[in-house]
């Protein structure tokens, strides 16, 4: 790589997975997380999430704010969709930790038009 190809990517050695499509083979539960990032030498390549390799955790809501989990006054938001949200979330996380052994998970929830 070059200098200037350095400075373009924001994680170097690291490559996004998509797979909001696909579930892990094998997952009664099929949880399909929108992306995650991983190490550029564990890049699956069959669009589903591998939950024993993503560094980073990406879902990705589109729209209102009535999908945003949190409240920026109250904390949770209370309604429906924003419950659902929060479970879903919650699901991605507890997935990731039943196979890899760490002190935290970190998920990235971007929603916006």
Not at 67 to 90: H, I, M, Y
């Amino acid at each position: 790589m070059n200098g200037k190809e350095k400075a373009t990517q924001p994680c170097t050695g690291y490559r996004l997975g998509i797979s909001q499509n696909r579930a892990a083979a094998g997952d009664k539960a099929r949880l399909k997380i929108d992306g995650a990032l991983f190490h550029h030498a564990q890049l699956p390549d069959d669009g589903r999430p591998h939950w024993e390799d993503p560094e980073l955790l990406l879902e990705f809501k589109r729209g209102e704010a009535r999908l945003d989990p949190f409240d920026n006054e109250a904390g949770d938001r209370n309604t429906k969709s924003g419950t659902d949200v929060r479970g879903q979330s919650t699901g991605y996380v507890a997935r990731t930790f039943t196979v890899q052994h760490r002190a935290f998970v970190l998920l990235l929830l971007v929603n916006g038009n």
